[in-house]
């Protein structure tokens, strides 16, 4: 197993959507068996912005414990149910075997504007997280924003949100998508400085496509360098230099970030297996030798 610069081993974990059709379910189980022998640590399960997909995240999640040797981790959020409600569906997460949960505070459904708390729900994340942490001993994940979430009065504000997560019971922050490999390394000594001793995984997203990311990038507030811009112009028809350009871009991220002694990552595969395999590989990992096939699941209807 490869390691980063202080002599840890790497580990990866990755994040999934739940499919709305029958190939894009194709899609998610072939990128499943595709990365399962990689032994990741875990891997996620998105839930919609407005909850709109909790049935489908619940299935997917299911059919991961129930189907694979590898770790399913629903996401949760605040947004359009009661506490009750929410810790009702962590319940049956537990009863059910899971134990790894990401915790967010979520999105408000499109067309409301600003976010709003449901009545008688949790209101942030950090409560979220506190109700989950009583509930159960869950290791639960939560977000971390290097280049600070867009609604953050102040980056101080954004890193005492982080605190209030971490000391509500977090186990680990994963961080939104960035390109600049010095913002995250900042983020991390200002973490460290505050007194978070928590483990900051930065989350990696490959470039599939670029319009793609820089849509993601205007609504999470990351930044997209102009040398980036450079390398996928005039790619748009070019599919195969397309991807070319994208697993090296990745590539040296992941590279320089373990020279700075980074040894976990999150890879935000939005369901394809290619590129974040090829990252891996580059990282050093290896397939883990009789991995079990993964068994595909009907998980949409």
């Not at 072939?30 to 640590?41: D, G, I, K, M, Y």
């Not at 919609?48 to 299935?59: C, F, M, P, Q, V």
Request: hydrophobic share 40%; glycine share 8%.
């Amino acid at each position: 197993m490869s390691a980063a610069a202080g002599g840890m081993p790497i580990q990866v974990s990755f994040e999934f959507f739940p499919p709305a059709d029958a190939a894009m379910e194709a899609t998610l189980w072939n990128s499943l068996e595709r990365l399962t022998p990689l032994a990741p640590r875990f891997v996620s399960v998105t839930y919609g912005a407005d909850g709109s997909t909790r049935e489908r995240t619940h299935n997917v999640v299911t059919g991961i414990q129930q189907r694979t040797t590898l770790t399913g981790a629903p996401h949760l959020t605040c947004v359009g149910a009661s506490r009750g409600e929410i810790l009702d569906i962590a319940r049956s997460y537990w009863d059910e075997g899971v134990r790894h949960l990401v915790a967010l505070r979520g999105d408000p459904p499109q067309g409301q504007g600003g976010y709003r708390p449901h009545p008688g729900g949790f209101a942030y994340a950090s409560e979220l997280v506190a109700g989950l942490a009583q509930l159960a001993p869950f290791d639960i994940s939560v977000a971390a924003y290097p280049e600070v979430h867009p609604e953050a009065s102040s980056a101080d504000d954004d890193l005492e949100n982080l605190r209030r997560k971490i000391d509500a019971g977090a186990t680990r922050a994963i961080t939104q998508f960035f390109y600049d490999g010095g913002a995250f390394l900042r983020f991390r000594d200002r973490c460290a400085a505050a007194g978070i001793h928590a483990p900051i995984v930065p989350g990696i997203l490959p470039i599939t496509r670029f319009p793609q990311v820089l849509r993601f990038a205007r609504a999470c507030g990351a930044t997209v360098p102009q040398w980036l811009h450079e390398r996928f112009a005039g790619l748009d028809e070019d599919p195969e230099t397309r991807r070319l350009i994208a697993a090296s871009v990745a590539i040296e991220q992941v590279q320089e970030l373990t020279r700075h002694g980074v040894c976990e990552f999150h890879f935000y595969t939005l369901n394809r297996a290619e590129l974040t395999y090829a990252i891996c590989h580059a990282l050093g990992l290896r397939p883990v030798t009789q991995a079990p096939r993964v068994i595909p699941q009907r998980t949409t209807g």
